[in-house]
Nanobody
Framework: QVQLVESGGGLVQAGGSLRLSCAASAGRTFSSRVMAWFRQAPGKEREFVAAIDWNGGVTNYADSVKGRFTISRDNVKNTVYLQMNSLKSEDTAVYYC?????????????????????WGQGTQVTVSS
């Protein structure tokens, strides 16, 4: 069973930065799986933020975060990161990391929640304007 634990959320002013981390318990599978970040704001559906393939060679981003957020991974530390810069009030949400069963992003860029087998408990990000 894979456990994913997010950290790094908090309260930040608009224009500021945060770095989220997601540590995976099962290293042998982590290093060969697509990882992603999703977010969910109150009253809204969970939405895709970013995804990264097994070795970090290919990434995909939601249009709303492109150019501001960067997803990366460290397969030695079994950790995936989300660097968030130029934060806006609309970025306020609970952020979740997730692990896919595949190594490479699919044709849709691995944007669908149904593709992911394991989820973390989430970390709150609040951006004040």
């Amino acid at each position: 069973q894979v456990q994913l634990v997010e950290s790094g959320g908090g309260l930040v002013q608009a224009g500021g930065s945060l770095r989220l981390s997601c540590a995976a318990s099962a290293g042998r599978t982590f290093s060969s799986r697509v990882m992603a970040w999703f977010r969910q704001a109150p009253g809204k559906e969970r939405e895709f933020v970013a995804a990264i393939d097994w070795n970090g060679g290919v990434t995909n981003y939601a249009d709303s975060v492109k150019g501001r957020f960067t997803i990366s991974r460290d397969n030695v530390k079994n950790t995936v990161y989300l660097q968030m810069n130029s934060l806006k009030s609309e970025d306020t949400a609970v952020y979740y990391c997730a692990q896919d069963r595949r190594m490479w992003l699919d044709s849709s860029g691995s944007r669908r929640t149904a593709e992911y087998d394991y989820w973390g408990q989430g970390t709150q990000v609040t951006v004040s304007s």
